[in-house]
C-alpha cells in the first residue's frame, strides 16, 4: 500500500499537505481509494466556504458507497479540483498527485498537531 510520506492524515483517511505557512491541500489515501473502488461522484463545497475540522466538507461517491468527506482541517476553501467534475477516477488513479481534492487556507497550523504523520497512518491502517 502506499503512503505518501509528505502528507498528514486524519481518521477518515483524507490526507492534508501543507503547501505553505496558511495553505493545505487535500485528498484521500490510497488506502481509501481502493476500499471505495471507482470513483463516480464528488460532491464538494464551494470556493469561499468554511470548512471545520473533524466535520463533512464534502461527499464522495463510488460504485460501492457513498460516504463524507471529513475535513482534516478548519478553514476557507480556495480552490476545488475541478478536472474532478468530469474524471472522478482521478481520485483513483492518482491519490496524491492529480486527484487531489481541495485547498484549504486553514485558520490555525495548531490544528495539524491533530494528524496523523505517515508511519502513524500506516499503524492505524494495519
Avoid at 486524519?10 to 481502493?34: F, P, Y
Avoid at 478536472?83 to 492529480?98: I, Q, R
Amino acid at each position: 500500500m502506499t503512503i505518501a510520506e509528505d502528507r498528514l492524515y486524519n481518521a477518515s483517511h483524507l490526507w492534508c499537505l501543507l503547501e505553505d505557512d496558511e495553505n493545505v491541500r487535500v485528498g484521500i489515501s490510497n488506502n481509501a481509494q481502493s476500499s471505495l473502488g471507482e470513483i463516480v461522484f464528488l460532491d464538494l463545497p464551494e470556493i469561499g466556504a468554511q470548512v471545520t475540522q473533524n466535520e463533512s466538507l464534502g461527499i464522495i461517491e463510488s460504485v460501492k458507497v457513498v460516504n463524507e468527506l471529513v475535513s482534516p482541517v478548519s478553514g476557507t476553501v480556495i480552490e476545488t479540483n475541478d478536472k474532478l467534475t468530469d474524471n472522478p477516477t482521478l481520485v483513483n488513479d492518482s491519490p496524491y498527485d492529480d486527484g487531489w481534492i481541495v485547498r484549504i487556507r486553514i485558520d490555525s497550523a495548531e490544528q495539524l498537531d491533530a494528524l496523523m504523520d505517515a508511519s502513524k497512518y500506516l499503524d492505524y491502517i494495519a
